[in-house]
């Protein structure tokens, strides 16, 4: 696609390397700002910076921040002794949406994938050991996506941790709420029955 | 099941080829190079989802064109669909309902294909075997289509690792992860695999005794490196050294075989040629018997040329057993349409000719 404007052209090229975003939708997103207010788009381009200017990396638990630490692991009112390790930063927030969980978080910034070229040194491993350390951890929470590569993950952590006396737990797999079993995949159903839990009344 | 039409665009050398078949013997006819067999690897498509010869779909598309399509119409209103775009993926419809995942389709119609090639059962290496008793049992047990291709992805990882480490000695419980991910389906597959061979003998003793007489004896023994009581656990365990110094996973299921014996001796060496293509021959029949005792369907059976490559005593004890009322439909390839006539005309089966 040629554009009559080379400004165009590499506003649209910026934007096309997102993910999920081709082309196509770039221009259209280009032709959405042009039609908005300078001060609107002002702020947008700030935001942008503002990631790589005013954004950290919590020291504790390699959530984003605004600070050194980040809104959770600085909040007194979170129990720093529950730890519910996560994948990424968006699982971190499915599982903040939830309202439920009133422990810390630890991102790993990705998962053990041989054929991927990623070991245990290449994620936060070490650091989420580290906190373990000094006895203050009660219990690890691991939400890690049910595939080769987060079983795996699993398995190393909960191996590391067994030697510090750390409780490990992984999140309940199986039918989901609303489900209907005839539309569960048999795996998923012999996991289910393989860790029911008591139902009591 | 009856195929009653089939019709190819693309596919391999066939433009636009649409046939229409009958119940008893099909003959397919033609001189070398019509694309007799890609008739056959087309039925064969059908039931599996991918080419009996070649699994890169993107060489079967006819030259210059960019796209395939198989359509099959079998008795009681069912028809599939296969079709393959260059550009897009593989889609495979059972009555205009597209499948969300290809596997569902495995196992819905059975298909025996008896081709020359087949001979690469005995006289290749363990690949050949674990790939047809992994094929036969995937057919039957969907259990096992799971197990395998989580046993598959556990192993690749493994691997991945053991050939980055480079020889170097590895943190072991980085092993013990996949060793975990590997036991589960690595002990069920073992089992399944002892299961099927137990109970696949019995069969193809049954055929073998037919095509050859009591004479000469037929064995088939399982051979795998586990065995209970070890956990298959401490079994991976106790080669992480040795996986470490070879980067790869030197024990496991991924190794199995399967050795033939005639009269004590091994098959492929001790065999004659014939003796390995009777050999052949009852296996895949014994196949086909499994696949109908499982499934209490009928499957396609396919025939390859097999007048040519086999000797007339034995094509004759090949269709006797074809023919004793086992099987509604056939498929044969041959140059000559006179040959499957004189062949089978003693079975008193409908016989039609499709001529390319």
Redesign the interface.
Known sequence: MQYTSEVVEQAVEALSGFPGIGRRTALRLVMHLLKRPDMEVARLAEALLKLKTDLFVCKICNNVSDGETCQVCSNPAREASLICVVEDYSDQMAIESTGQYRGVYHILSGL????D?I??EDIHVNSLLKRAEDGSVNEVIMALSAT??G???M??LA??LKDYGVKTSCIARGIAVGGEIEYAD??TLARSLQQRTPYSV | MLLKTLQLFNFKNHADLRLDFKPGINAITGSNGSGKTNVLDAIFFLSNGKSFFNSIDSQLVRMSADFFSIHGWFEEDVDILVQFDTQRKKTIKRNEKAYKRLIDHIGYLQTVFITPYDIALVNEGSEERRRFVDFTLCQTSPSYLQALSQYKKALDARNALLKAAEGRPLDTILLEAYDDKLAGPGQYIADARAEFSKEFFGLLKAVWNHLSGPNDELNWTYETQWSQPQSYRTFLAEAHAQDCQAGRSTRGIHKDDWVFELNGQSLKRMGSQGQIKSAIIAIKLAQFDYFKSKTGKTPVLLLDDIFEKIDKQRSDALIQWVGSGRMPQIFITDTHYERIRSHTEQLGLELSQHHL
């Open positions: 053990i994938s041989p054929m070229g070991g245990p080769v590569e079983d795996t993950t398995y190393y191996r590391k048999e795996i």
